[in-house]
C-alpha cells in the first residue's frame, strides 16, 4: 500500500465504513428498522442494542442519502481530526449518548432513526478541535451547529424535509447529539493537559 492510499484510509476509512453499514441497513428495510431502531418500549424491555444501532438505520432512502451527506461533508471538513480508531469512538460516543439523552429527556420521542444525532455531536467535536488548532473556521462552524440547533428548539424543523424523509425530524435528537459532542471533546481534552 502506498502513502497516499494509507493517508486515504487512515482519514477516511472510518466514514467510509459507517457508510457501507448504513447503505446495508437501508438494503434491509423494513428489516433492519424493526430491530435495529429506537423504540421506547423495545429499550424498556432489555433491547439496549437499539441506543447505538437506531443511528445507522434511516426511514428511507432519502433519509440514508441526506444523512450520508452529511457525513461526507463532516470527512471534508475534519478528516485531519480523524484516524479510523479516533473516528469510531467519537461517533460511537455521540450515537449512544444522543439516544441516552433521547431516552432520558424527551420520553415522548417512541421510535427514532438516523445519524444526524450524533453527526451534530461529530460536527461540534469537530469545530472544537478545529478551534483547539487555532483555525478560526472552527469558530463559525461551531455558531452555526449551535444556531441551527437552537433555531430548532424553537421551531421545529420544515415540513418539507419531514415529508422527504417520511418521519417528524427528531430536533431533540440534534440537540443532545450536539450536547454529546461537546461533552466528549471536553473529556477527551482533559487528560491531554494533564499529561502535558
Not at 440537540?175 to 494533564?194: C, E, H, N, Q, W
Amino acid at each position: 500500500m502506498t502513502d497516499k492510499s494509507k493517508q486515504f484510509v487512515t482519514a477516511y476509512g472510518g466514514p467510509v465504513l459507517l457508510a457501507l453499514i448504513a447503505l446495508l441497513a437501508q438494503a434491509f428495510e423494513p428489516l433492519s428498522g424493526q430491530w435495529l431502531a429506537y423504540d421506547r418500549y423495545a429499550v424498556e424491555g432489555m433491547e439496549t442494542w437499539r441506543l447505538l444501532t437506531a443511528n445507522i438505520v434511516h426511514t428511507n432512502f432519502y433519509h440514508t442519502v441526506l444523512n450520508l451527506t452529511g457525513l461526507l461533508l463532516l470527512s471534508l471538513l475534519h478528516s485531519q481530526h480523524y484516524r479510523i480508531i479516533r473516528f469510531w469512538k467519537v461517533f460511537l460516543w455521540c450515537a449512544v449518548l444522543t439516544s441516552v439523552g433521547i431516552y432520558f429527556f424527551s420520553p415522548g420521542l417512541i421510535w427514532y432513526a438516523g445519524l444526524s444525532g450524533a453527526l451534530h455531536g461529530m460536527f461540534i467535536w469537530g469545530a472544537c478541535m478545529d478551534i483547539r488548532a487555532g483555525m478560526k473556521s472552527g469558530f463559525l462552524l461551531l455558531a452555526g451547529v449551535l444556531l441551527k440547533v437552537c433555531y430548532e428548539q424553537v421551531y421545529g424543523s420544515s415540513d418539507e424535509l419531514a415529508s422527504l424523509i417520511d418521519a417528524t425530524v427528531a430536533v431533540d435528537a440534534h440537540l443532545y447529539g450536539a450536547i454529546a459532542g461537546i461533552i466528549i471533546f471536553v473529556l477527551m481534552i482533559i487528560p491531554a493537559r494533564r499529561s502535558r
